[in-house]
């Protein structure tokens, strides 16, 4: 009998490892397949992740192991989104999800893929919770939108950060010339006037790219997270989408100031190229990226996704705790 007991629990044991995964020789816990650059936030007791998909999709979870899928955001295409972006069917990128004066605020992006015909928009909610009865998306539409032949950037990638004086400012880009910073009315009803525009990372591009075509310069992604006296710029650099192809990876640079420069380990300006290695892939997932990074319950994480390899290159979440080094620079624990 305790022969069989003590092989149930090695066999439990067994069970529970499987959830988690070796990523640049650390720790990090897989979550749900079908994830594609998620977003988390936390109400009450429970995870709320978004991430791309048909309306924006959505799970939660209690205790960051067992998802549930939700409704979609949107059960049908925005109208005005339909109407500014070519063959646009319902399929959102890249949201990023907020609190801020007692509401809920999700951007999101729609866009023609490799192109910079692309808007950003935003909806609210008073809770997140579906069974609440207060729980309805109120889709304000557009904020943001690059246009082909007139900006030399892309207005997808948003992701909402707050200043000192608690002001709101989107930043957001793919490719084209790089990452920028915009700031935003307090209402959130659109960006702030006189208008305050700052480029934060950029890297190399082909020259003989046109206006409309994204060239080589890959990084898109960003995400900012204030921690003590400094703003971190997470970005992604090389590509994602192709799944076992997939080079992604997660870099970063800091500055004491929101609208930077923001400057890397070695110290190189991210507007000149510079960041510095954050995660990486590995034999299972060759590319990982398209982070965010939240504290929660009082330990810091980074959540991506990355291409699973034994799963012809599926996009899966992964979710690592983020640690500090005594120079304050970001690092994944190694085992």
């Not at 889709?139 to 950060?161: L, T």
């Not at 192709?242 to 420069?261: A, C, F, H, Q």
């Not at 996009?315 to 690092?331: A, I, Y």
């Amino acid at each position: 009998m305790n022969l069989i007991l003590n092989l149930k629990k090695h066999l439990a044991l067994i069970v529970a490892l499987i959830s988690f995964i070796n990523v640049n020789n650390s720790i990090a816990i897989e979550g749900p397949y079908g994830v594609h650059d998620p977003v988390m936030i936390k109400q009450d007791s429970v995870y709320y992740l978004f991430c791309t998909g048909m309306g924006i999709s959505c799970f939660s979870t209690t205790d960051k192991i067992h998802w549930k899928r939700e409704e979609p955001v949107f059960k049908t295409p925005p109208e005005w989104a339909v109407k500014a972006i070519p063959d646009f069917k319902g399929h959102i990128w890249a949201p990023d999800i907020s609190y801020y004066n007692g509401k809920y605020w999700l951007l999101y992006a729609v866009s023609a893929f490799g192109k910079n015909t692309s808007c950003i928009g935003l909806a609210e909610n008073a809770t997140l919770n579906p069974n609440d009865k207060d729980y309805k998306w109120i889709d304000h539409g557009k904020i943001i939108q690059s246009v082909p032949g007139r900006d030399d950037w892309n207005a997808i990638d948003p992701n909402m950060i707050f200043d000192e004086d608690g002001h709101p400012w989107v930043n957001f880009g793919s490719f084209w010339s790089g990452i920028k910073l915009v700031k935003l009315t307090d209402d959130l009803s659109g960006i702030a006037q006189p208008e305050e525009w700052y480029g934060l990372a950029k890297r190399s591009r082909n020259i003989t790219a046109k206006d409309e075509e994204a060239g080589d310069g890959a990084i898109e992604a960003p995400f900012i997270f204030k921690k003590g006296n400094y703003y971190y710029l997470f970005v992604s650099f090389d590509y994602c989408c192709r799944g076992v192809n997939s080079t992604y990876k997660i870099m970063v640079g800091r500055s004491e100031k929101l609208t930077g420069p923001y400057i890397d380990k070695t110290g190189v300006d991210m507007r000149l190229g510079g960041g510095s290695l954050v995660v990486s892939g590995n034999e299972k997932y060759p590319g990982v990226g398209h982070c965010g990074v939240y504290n929660f319950d009082g330990k810091d994480y980074i959540i991506f996704h990355g291409y699973d390899s034994t799963q012809n290159g599926r996009p899966r979440l992964l979710m690592e705790e983020l640690q500090w080094d005594k120079e304050n620079w970001p690092f994944v624990s190694a085992i």
